[in-house]
């Protein structure tokens, strides 16, 4: 069994996005700019939204907080990112996911300039991925297809279940790896039986958010294992939405929680807001 790396992997990415802001400073006086909007007071996004920071900080990287409380109105959160979107300093817009209820996420999604849509969350970026046109893909799957290719995972042919079907990782993944010619099944709490699907597969990606679903029993001999889950459970400990001592013990390849897909979202986003910095002015 080997493990999937993804925090030195990560590291590794850092370094490199570092290398480039130097370059971009030195040669053409642009330092990367990143805006990050944040609503309420969920320590999940908060501690996510510091992390994001800390990461821009050490790369070189501008980076603002919009930090609202969680009674602001839906017009305000617009009008902050119609201002973000004419900042030149600004490259990346992201506003940190899930809202208030009163909130319409699509609505504040669509007024983010896609050219600063870093997320790859609006739906102009989420049209280029599933045509298999350049554009910018959602951080998550994005890190995952970087794992494929740095632990030289062939995904052409391969039976692949990807198992949660939301906007923010199940459907990119599932775009990412259809564009890789893999074979997708989409699983969802729809599926009549989960475990058909996932002994089936090659490769099992998984990003539910329930701790410790995917169970050995589910897994055949030699798969490779993917878990987005990232679950704090009552002991205070994180665990993702593997059985990891039980399933690692079958798989060929599988990645930690934390440690492993975590550390490569926010790699993405780096990356993702350097590629946007470099066509600025373009
Ligand atoms: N909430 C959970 N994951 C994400 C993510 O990748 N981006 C944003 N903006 N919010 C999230």
Redesign the pocket.
Known sequence: MQLIDGKSLANKIQEGVAESVEALKREKNIVPGLAVILIGDDPASHA?VKMKAKACEKVGFYSITHHMPDTISQDEIIATIKMMNDNPRIDGI????PLPKHIDTDKILEVIDPKKDV?GFHPYNVGRLVTGLDGFV???PLGVMKMFDAYDIDLEGKDVCVVGASN?VGKPMASLLLNANATVTITHIYTKDLKTHTLAADIVVVGVGVPGLIKADMVKEGAIVIDIGINRIEDGSLVGDVDFPEVSKKCSHITPVPGGVGPM?IAMLLENTLKSAKKRDA
């Open positions: 996510y992201l506003v940190q996911l997320d959602a951080c998550t923010i979202t």
